[in-house]
């Protein structure tokens, strides 16, 4: 599976955006761009994942560059809730999941 | 919403004994997964199970270990003699085509 490189934290003020970027430079075109977050030492959560087309669900966006080798995950209006760990995987589809050490967001008042 | 469901939520043993963690996982779902995370490090692949047999497993997952599925709707690890660094979080999950994650059994081995 691609290495994916994200910043170790992030703030974000709730009720604004908060856009957490990944690269993945060598990704493989039949690889997947997975966002999953974990709140403390709860269960990871998946957010979305995509192809290379941009997706959006109820949750959050996902933006990715045209030659695949970044993206950006956009939470638009985040909340205190919204704090947690958040981890960019690159994978096969029915692949495991690899988990580095994520990017840690806190949204504040 | 269906969900992933683990027990128990927390288990404490003696080291070298045997421990069964359970899994039920999301009733369409083919695949199953057995992931763990140590207190402060990253979530770590144990295994994958797929038709009734490991699909691939990782280093970790030694030949204390063992995962079966019983009764077609459990996903059982059994670690067969606990050792202290098995002290960890285990994480069961399961996937059609997305994996989704149950809230995890947090091992204690004394």
């Known amino acids: 599976d691609a290495k994916t490189t994200q910043p170790t934290s992030m703030d974000c003020a709730e009720g604004r955006a908060a856009n957490l970027p990944c690269n993945h430079s060598?990704?493989?075109?039949?690889?997947?761009v997975y966002w999953y977050r974990q709140i403390h030492s709860q269960g990871p959560q998946y957010i979305i994942h995509?192809?290379?087309n941009n997706e959006t669900n109820e949750m959050a966006s996902l933006i990715i560059t045209e030659d695949r080798k970044s993206s950006t995950l956009i939470l638009p209006h985040a909340t205190l809730r919204d704090t947690a760990v958040y981890y960019c995987?690159?994978?096969?589809?029915?692949?495991?999941?690899?988990f580095g050490q994520g990017t840690i967001l806190t949204v504040h008042p | 919403e269906p969900e992933v469901t683990q027990t128990p939520s927390h288990q404490v043993t003696q080291m070298g004994q045997e421990v069964i963690l359970r899994c039920v996982p999301i009733?369409?779902?083919?695949?199953f997964y057995w992931y763990r995370q140590i207190l402060g490090q990253k979530v770590e692949f144990l295994v994958s199970?797929?038709?009734?047999?490991?699909?691939?497993k990782s280093e970790i997952f030694d030949d204390q270990f063992s995962v079966e599925r019983p009764d077609g709707s459990n996903f059982t690890l059994k670690i067969r003699s606990t050792k202290l660094e098995d002290s960890a979080m285990y994480f069961c999950?399961?996937?059609?085509?997305?994996?989704?994650f149950g809230p995890g059994t947090r091992l204690t081995v004394l």
């Open positions: 995987i690159v994978r096969v589809a029915r692949g495991k999941l690899t």
């Open positions: 060598t990704i493989s075109g039949n690889e997947y």
């Open positions: 995509g192809l290379k």
């Open positions: 009733s369409n779902h083919l695949y």
């Open positions: 199970f797929y038709n009734n047999e490991i699909s691939e």
């Open positions: 999950a399961s996937m059609m085509d997305t994996q989704y």
